[in-house]
């Protein structure tokens, strides 16, 4: 497929496409369960969430951490070892 195929094709879908709204704007993950997608997946999702640091997207990856079941990985401050001084 080319590449102006693919994006017709693209820009037909989503001129087509209107998302469900709900009144608090998590329709994402509305209905969401365990059994919607692997652990692995959702604490992907999440992570990808987490780094856009907006009220919608850490509801977002706060439900799908609580459904698969995992943690956040903690943050990396980028300090550089101290180093052993010799006594």
Not at 2 to 13: V, W
Not at 23 to 38: H, P, R, Y
């Amino acid at each position: 497929m080319r590449q102006q195929d693919a994006r017709r094709l693209a820009a037909d879908f989503h001129a087509d496409f209107v998302p469900t709204r709900s009144q608090d704007n998590l329709e994402v993950i509305a209905n969401l369960t365990a059994e919607t997608n692997t652990p692995k997946v959702m604490a992907a999702v999440a992570g990808w969430h987490e780094r856009r640091r907006n009220r919608r997207s850490m509801a977002i990856a706060t439900a799908l951490r609580q459904v698969s079941g995992t943690k956040p990985r903690p943050a990396n401050d980028n300090r550089r070892p101290q180093r052993q001084r010799a006594a």
